[in-house]
């Protein structure tokens, strides 16, 4: 059984071409791309975009009629891992585009549809989503941007932090407080075209060895956003979110144990024909043993994803279990590839391996779609539930009898 063997038992043929297709293009084109791109210190050039988006990827998930493949989270999941084997950050934010697609198909009026599809899926809009800022990361109920009433529309102030495309981004999808007629607060979710009003310049966050993820910080000074931009009405946006919330976690725990098997792949192979004391690095015992450990810690980290991921297919992955696996996976990858990267030496630790760049992506993983701070506190909460004590089953058995 190779690595992927268990995810693509569960792919139609159909998704599995879709997985050949995400193979080549990552050989003839984003490898490539990503490798010049980085020896120049700057994230890829954005025909990359164009290119992916021409073989129909961002719209994935978006169902036929709506011009998409119509494809399993499990399919989505698959794809997201061979991309994230190149590079943790680039698979992200291309496929952080094909979510934002997925989310107004799901979500969106037939008006908002019709606007703003094609152009997410052409990916002549490049969409994020624009929760934190920066005032408001893990405690989201503190965000302070404000949508004001007015004619025809709403008035926007404040700033989003950490948005991924940043800097590129031309449709967020904004979450910012509404304050009724009778005082009463709410939050609300708009499509916003930054270009199209008064949002200030993004300013890149500066991020020593991750600027692949483009993150940026984008203002908005009294920017209009007309009234049939609104996708989640005032008190409607925080559940909505919170709805996505586990599969963005189970993606990115999947992301991080693509880009581990690619990490482990590569120092197997060098440490395989490196020679040592008169034998293959891999041959001496101590160094074997420190990589069969990575094996089998992705092996369980992996199983995790898989079994959440068809959980979201079924609709029954529960925020604990979602929890875990991004947990994991990312603790997993971060510590993996960092023994990657000792097994190989100092070439281990030099451009050309990859293994660098994977390693400071995957780090920030922790951070993404919840911090594993965060992750515990949801985990934890759950614990009275999901492990009920067999003494506390009888007593509560015992209660219930004459
Ligand atoms: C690569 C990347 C991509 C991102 N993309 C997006 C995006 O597209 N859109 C978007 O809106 N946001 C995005 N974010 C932001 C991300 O959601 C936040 O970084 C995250 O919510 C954490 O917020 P913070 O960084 O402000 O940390 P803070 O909330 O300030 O937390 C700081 C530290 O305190 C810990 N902490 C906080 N509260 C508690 C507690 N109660 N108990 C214990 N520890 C606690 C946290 O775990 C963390 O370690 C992205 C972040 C990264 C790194």
């Given amino acids: 059984m190779s690595f992927f063997d268990e995810l693509d038992s569960g792919l139609t043929a159909r998704e599995l071409a879709l997985v050949r297709d995400t193979e080549r293009f990552c050989t003839e ?5 990503l490798a010049q791109a980085r020896s120049r210190g700057e994230p890829c050039e954005r025909t990359v975009i164009a290119q992916w988006a021409a073989l129909g990827m961002l719209g994935l998930q978006v169902p036929e009629e709506g011009g998409g493949f119509g ?8 794809i997201a891992q061979t991309m994230a084997g190149h590079g943790f950050a680039a698979a992200f934010c291309l496929n952080n585009m094909q979510g934002m697609a ?6 969106g ?22 929760m934190s800022e920066p005032t408001a990361g893990s405690d989201l109920t503190q965000l302070r941007s404000q949508a004001v009433r007015t004619e025809g529309g709403w008035l926007l102030d404040g700033s989003k932090a950490w948005v991924s495309n940043g800097a590129i981004a031309n449709l967020l999808m904004v979450l910012a407080r509404t304050t009724a007629a009778d005082g009463s607060q709410a939050i609300a979710g708009f499509l916003v075209e930054p270009e199209a009003g008064k949002a200030f310049a993004a300013t890149p966050h500066e991020l020593p060895g991750a600027m692949e993820f483009r993150l940026a910080e984008i203002r908005f000074a009294q920017h209009f956003v007309p009234d049939w931009a609104l996708i989640h009405a005032p008190g409607e946006a925080f559940r909505a979110s919170m709805e996505a919330i586990n599969a963005a976690r189970v993606h990115v725990a999947a992301m991080c144990t693509g880009s581990l098997h690619a990490a482990l ?14 034998q293959p690095l891999l041959a001496h015992q101590g160094l074997q043993w420190a990589l069969a450990e990575v094996a089998a810690r992705l092996e369980a980290a992996n199983a995790l994803v898989v079994k959440a991921a068809r959980r979201i297919d079924a609709g029954t992955c529960g925020p604990e279990l979602a929890a875990s696996a991004k947990k994991i996976a990312v603790q997993t990858a971060t ?23 994977l390693a400071s992506e995957v780090r920030l993983a ?11 506190d949801r985990i934890g909460r759950g614990l009275a539930a999901a492990y009920p004590s067999a003494l506390a089953r009888g007593e509560q058995q015992g209660a219930q009898q004459p």
């Avoid at 120092?267 to 008169?278: M, P, S």
């Avoid at 922790?366 to 515990?376: I, K, W």
Wanted: proline share 4%.
């Fill in 29 to 33: 084109v984003l490898a490539p791309r």
């Fill in 71 to 78: 494809a399993s989270f499990l399919c989505k999941v698959r």
């Fill in 366 to 376: 922790a951070f993404a779609d919840g911090s594993t701070e965060m992750l515990n």
């Fill in 102 to 107: 997925t989310r107004l198909w799901r979500h």
């Fill in 265 to 278: 792949c590569t120092a197997v192979a060098y440490c395989g024909l490196r020679t040592a004391f008169g």
């Fill in 109 to 130: 009026s037939a008006v908002q549809k019709e606007r703003l599809l094609p152009g997410l899926l052409s990916g002549r809009l490049i969409g994020a989503p624009a």
């Fill in 335 to 357: 510590e993996g590839i960092e023994q990657c990267i000792r097994a190989m030496g100092a070439v281990g630790a030099t451009a050309p391996s990859g293994l660098v760049a």
